[in-house]
């Protein structure tokens, strides 16, 4: 079993009590992992009609990168859709990331559950959106799924002694547990988390705490998706593949 550096002894941002046992993290070992991720889709069609030349388009995409925060440490051969969510920090808390933290890469074990994890955020955005009131107001965005490499000290919350809190785990909306034990995770050097899927029952995840988590390979099996979100339902599709998912508000 590979050995995990020990928590810092300061770690005020934890709460009094955790759902987990110190000796827990006796636990920790190598995993991998093949993981799905789905992103909406940045192809270089958005910035080719603002120029004329391949030469002025490398030009506004130099600039555009300097704009931008700097790579994550250690990140540097890693491909941009590997390294992306850890360069920015959000607002929006998420499972295991609390608002402002630091990023964390979230993947899947298949398509469908990846589509259902992005699924549920379209219909939180498209429900609390003052302008969309309408059952039939609709948002359209493209995808871009890709299946990439996981290999890390990692934390398994679907094997014992951790599933002995699975009903935190898998709060559907109550992430203060899970938040928690991101912190307590990255201090003690894990690099990321596999865990049931939410939205996908049967499904697995995992989030990926530090870039060091993924292989420096090139993402493979790309594929390009639409969503539709409505008030209604969420409905995913590749009609190349001829798949559709869907999903009731």
Request: glycine share 6%; hydrophobic share 40%.
């Amino acid at each position: 079993m590979d050995s995990v550096p020990q928590a810092s002894a300061h770690l005020s941002s934890l709460p009094d009590e955790v759902p987990w046992h110190l000796e827990w993290f006796t636990t920790v070992a190598k995993l991998q992992m093949d993981a799905w991720r789905c992103v909406e889709s940045q192809t270089e069609v958005a910035t080719l009609r603002l120029v004329d030349s391949r030469e002025e388009h490398e030009a506004l995409e130099a600039m555009l990168e300097a704009s931008k925060p700097p790579k994550p440490e250690g990140s540097e051969p890693l491909h941009y859709l590997l390294f992306t969510p850890f360069r920015y920090s959000s607002p929006t808390p998420s499972r295991f990331r609390r608002a402002g933290e630091g990023g964390v890469w979230y993947g899947a074990d298949s398509v469908h559950a990846a589509c259902a994890e992005v699924a549920y955020w379209r219909m939180r955005f498209i429900l609390d959106s003052a302008g969309l009131k309408k059952d039939d107001d609709e948002v359209v965005t493209s995808h871009t799924i890709f299946c990439a490499q996981i290999c890390g000290t990692a934390i398994d919350l679907l094997s014992q002694p951790w599933v002995e809190s699975a009903a935190v785990w898998t709060h559907p909306q109550d992430y203060s547990g899970t938040q928690a034990l991101a912190v307590e995770a990255r201090a003690r050097g894990v690099e990321w988390i596999r865990y049931a899927s939410v939205r996908h029952p049967g499904g697995n995840c995992a989030a990926v705490l530090s870039a060091s988590g993924l292989v420096a390979a090139p993402p493979f099996h790309m594929q390009e998706w639409r969503c539709r979100a409505t008030r209604q339902r969420v409905l995913f599709s590749n009609r190349a593949l001829g798949l559709t998912y869907s999903w009731d508000c």
